[in-house]
């Protein structure tokens, strides 16, 4: 996982998104923080896992809920290549859930700003992974789930229905032209992205939505060095 701090800098050149230049470090400026995921566990990580476990019962149904939506889904559309309940559990749930604690310990440090009614949004969002799950884990924080793919934003609305979550908000688009609209553009406090492109383009889809100031935060498993 990759944690990052946009911050005002000015380049002599230019680049292929130059208008939001100023969220932009030099590489050697950029110093991400290592998160180490954790190896795949037993069938019973459903019931053992540690972030699911911290969770009050409502938030347990309401992922119960959202696991049962995503294999009967799947089942009609390609959302996940994971078609375990269990495996779902530790690879998608566990794995979002583990976001939180970097977010929270890098916001508060880094952007010295409360963690109360964050604003983020959910890069590329696909099955609502990271962003269903933080929104369930997180009610306070208000979520944007952005996703380009009109079958997939179909799913997202009908599970934010079915689990009655008021946080959230989905937004079909592709990043490189949402970013470019007034409406998102520098408006979020964290944007979040799982699985979605190679750290260069994923800092031209998520940085013009971040404001100057906030966090921008790429999930990029066991080696991060290897995926930026």
Not at 17 to 24: N, Q, Y
Not at 96 to 103: E, G, Q, R, T, V
Not at 109 to 133: Q, T, Y
Request: with cysteine; hydrophobic share 45%; net charge neutral.
């Amino acid at each position: 996982m990759l944690l990052y701090q946009p911050r005002s800098f000015h380049f002599s050149v230019s680049l292929s998104l130059g208008t939001f230049i100023k969220h932009f470090v030099r590489a050697s400026d950029l110093k991400p923080t290592a998160i180490t995921r954790r190896s795949a566990t037993t069938k019973s990580s459903i019931v053992s896992a540690s972030h699911f476990e911290t969770l009050n019962p409502l938030q347990k149904q309401q992922l119960q809920l959202y696991v049962d939506a995503l294999l009967d889904w799947n089942q009609k559309m390609n959302l996940t290549a994971v078609r375990d309940a269990n495996d779902v559990m530790d690879r998608h749930i566990e794995d979002s859930l583990a976001i939180i604690p970097p977010i929270h310990n890098s916001y508060v440090l880094s952007c010295g700003s409360s963690m109360e009614k964050l604003n983020l949004v959910d890069v590329g969002s696909g099955a609502g992974l990271p962003g269903l799950i933080l929104a369930i884990a997180c009610p306070d924080w208000k979520l944007t789930l952005l996703e380009s793919l009109n079958k997939r934003c179909v799913f997202l609305e009908h599970v934010v229905g079915l689990i009655g979550l008021t946080n959230v908000k989905v937004v079909r688009g592709r990043a490189e032209d949402v970013g470019q609209n007034l409406e998102f553009r520098e408006v979020y406090d964290v944007a979040v992205a799982r699985a979605v492109a190679e750290m260069r383009i994923l800092a031209e889809y998520c940085l013009p939505l971040v404001r100057v100031g906030g966090l921008f935060v790429a999930a990029k498993g066991h080696s991060p060095e290897v995926h930026a």
